[in-house]
T-cell receptor, first 117, second 114 residues
Framework: AQKVTQAQTEISVVEKEDVTLDCVYE???????LFWYKQPPSGELVFLIR??????QNEISGRYSWNFQKSTSSFNFTITASQVVDSAVYFC??????????????FGKGTKLSVIP | EAQVTQNPRYLITVTGKKLTVTCSQN?????MSWYRQDPGLGLRQIYY???????DKGDVPEGYKVSRKEKRNFPLILESPSPNQTSLYFC?????????????FGSGTRLTVV
């Protein structure tokens, strides 16, 4: 079973529309960390947010917002008033214990967002 | 500037010719890791290192070797590359393995094996 599921493989929106990228994770740990990364066409990974399992507060940063719900094991990402520069692949990732003091960062398969002018 | 530096950025090589992708960080991070990214598969962990001389396999270690002789460097070695190792590779580092302080990624190395 996938640890991190990003069910939307590709999404296209028209500029200025809002869009939500879904992320569902699976873990038995009580302490874990969730991340979102953006990968623009240039290929580098751009860090967007880190959230620990004890902090369920939603977060807003400009046009970006994140909704963390432990009850549904989801960590969804919303872009408000999308812009062409938001076109990228977005990855959700989970850091959890593998046992014996070891942790692993596991990525979802990514959602490719295309914002059409 | 705090960063993870990978070299080379692009590499085309032939099957069977040994190669090394270097990764260096200047943040004194204990944890370092290698990932490969393939279309439709996301990023998958190849190897990781919790500290100097401590390395362990990730999810897709076959065909790769690593070493961690000093804290700042974590090279990825392909002793006999094959075309199925054509991929985009990322190195990452972190103060702690847990991710509590996040991860810093390199800019990536695009490897093509023909």
């Amino acid at each position: 079973a996938q640890k991190v599921t990003q069910a939307q493989t590709e999404i296209s929106v028209v500029e200025k529309e809002d869009v939500t990228l879904d992320c569902v994770y699976e873990t038995r740990d009580t302490t874990y960390y969730l991340f979102w990364y953006k990968q623009p066409p240039s290929g580098e990974l751009v860090f967007l947010i880190r959230r620990n399992s004890f902090d369920e507060q939603n977060e807003i940063s400009g046009r970006y917002s994140w909704n963390f719900q432990k009850s549904t094991s989801s960590f969804n990402f919303t872009i408000t008033a999308s812009q062409v520069v938001d076109s990228a692949v977005y990855f959700c990732a989970l850091s959890e214990s593998k046992g014996a003091g070891s942790y692993q960062l596991t990525f979802g398969k990514g959602t490719k967002l295309s914002v059409i002018p | 500037e705090a960063q993870v530096t990978q070299n080379p950025r692009y590499l085309i090589t032939v099957t069977g010719k040994k190669l090394t992708v270097t990764c260096s960080q200047n943040m004194n991070h204990e944890y370092m890791s290698w990932y490969r990214q393939d279309p439709g598969l996301g990023l998958r962990q190849i190897y990781y290192s919790m500290n100097v001389e401590v390395t362990d396999k990730g999810d897709v270690p076959e065909g790769y070797k690593v070493s961690r002789k000093e804290k700042r460097n974590f090279p990825l070695i392909l002793e006999s590359p094959s075309p199925n190792q054509t991929s985009l590779y990322f190195c990452a580092s972190s103060p702690l393995m847990t991710g509590a302080y996040g991860y810093t990624f390199g800019s990536g190395t695009r490897l093509t094996v023909v």
